[in-house]
């Protein structure tokens, strides 16, 4: 099964963005939540079959992610290690200040 990685005070905390307004950091979580499921989709998307990508749209269009998350988990074993690399990438680029929703704050 998956380690869940949260975004929250820790995480903002952990990138020197504490000190934001409660609005503030909600745009930030969002944005990084947004930015690290588009980046993950499109590196695990890379490896799929069209059969594969068809198959994990028909099994997203529903409201319950535990599916989508087994059939995750099931076709995509390095899964995992992609969300950590493609977070630890966004890490690297809000603490030095180069992805562009920051500079907007």
Do not use: H
């Not at 950590?84 to 920051?102: H, R």
């Amino acid at each position: 099964m998956f380690q869940k990685v949260t975004l929250g005070d820790e995480f903002l905390a952990d990138i020197g963005l504490s000190d934001l307004s409660d609005a503030e950091k909600e745009q930030v979580l969002e944005d990084v939540r947004t930015t690290l499921e588009a980046r993950v989709g499109v590196k695990c998307g890379q490896g799929l079959s069209v059969e594969q990508a068809n198959q994990f749209n028909d099994i997203t269009s529903g409201d319950d992610p535990k599916p989508a998350m087994d059939w995750i988990e099931a076709n995509i074993p390095n899964y995992q290690d992609v969300v950590l690399q493609e977070l630890e990438t966004m890490l690297d680029q809000i603490k030095n200040n180069t992805l562009s929703y920051i500079k907007q704050l």
